[in-house]
T-cell receptor, first 119, second 114 residues
Framework: DVKVTQSSRYLVKRTGEKVFLECVQDMDHENMFWYRQDPGLGLRLIYFSYDVKMKEKGDIPEGYSVSREKKERFSLILESASTNQTSMYLC??????????????????FGEGSRLTVL | AQKVTQAQTEISVVEKEDVTLDCVYETRDTTYYLFWYKQPPSGELVFLIRRNSFDEQNEISGRYSWNFQKSTSSFNFTITASQVVDSAVYFCALSGLNNNDMRFGAGTRLTVKP
């Protein structure tokens, strides 16, 4: 069974704290993503990674950084949390199409989400 | 950059009505993929469909159908004879080759009333 695991379901942090959100996938996927979901704004892409040590900015990277030292793990870091970063954070992974013998719908597999509250 | 617009924020219909959810996209890529996902009240995102940019054939799956029109950069989703269980937020999404750089629209909240 495919699985994307996010380390914390609920976090409460104070303004200025450093926050780490961890995500691990067990499907050997090349692509990993961090989104935040806010009411009325849908899922907004923060960062994605298509390979180890590779990262690309999404639409709202400000105030965030990421780390991908191993293929299965993609971490989101808030260097100095602020109240406007209170949100639901979703990690996802997907694989590339062009793997021989691997049928692929291109589907993103999501974790359960991490609800972060910054006070 | 990729962009997806779902202009309908909320739609409310009565059971058995047909409903169409609109999706318009922007991309400079010549090869890309379009997706629809469903997010029911339980919260998890459910994959519904992927189409690639070379395949404009419409698709039907049970009560669901999708109309892809490259000329208008649209990928609309129709639910026929809607049911209460169709109530959810529906997201349209766009990705580049290799399924990375995936952008979602803001979502359309569909409420189907009995």
């Amino acid at each position: 069974d495919v699985k994307v695991t996010q380390s914390s379901r609920y976090l409460v942090k104070r303004t200025g704290e450093k926050v780490f959100l961890e995500c691990v996938q067990d499907m050997d996927h090349e692509n990993m993503f961090w989104y935040r979901q806010d009411p009325g704004l849908g899922l907004r892409l923060i960062y994605f990674s298509y390979d180890v040590k590779m990262k690309e900015k999404g639409d709202i990277p400000e105030g965030y950084s990421v780390s991908r030292e191993k293929k299965e793990r993609f971490s989101l870091i808030l260097e100095s949390a602020s109240t406007n970063q209170t949100s639901m954070y979703l990690c996802a992974s997907s694989t590339e199409d062009f793997k021989l013998g691997v049928p692929n719908t291109g589907e993103l597999f999501f974790g359960e989400g991490s609800r972060l509250t910054v006070l | 950059a990729q962009k997806v617009t779902q202009a309908q924020t909320e739609i409310s219909v009565v059971e058995k009505e047909d409903v169409t959810l609109d999706c318009v996209y922007e991309t400079r890529d010549t090869t890309y993929y379009l997706f629809w996902y469903k997010q029911p009240p339980s919260g998890e995102l459910v994959f519904l469909i992927r189409r690639n940019s070379f395949d404009e054939q419409n698709e039907i799956s049970g009560r669901y159908s999708w109309n892809f029109q490259k000329s208008t950069s649209s990928f609309n989703f129709t639910i026929t004879a809607s049911q209460v269980v169709d109530s959810a937020v529906y997201f349209c999404a766009l990705s580049g080759l290799n399924n990375n750089d995936m952008r979602f629209g803001a979502g359309t909240r569909l409420t189907v009333k009995p």
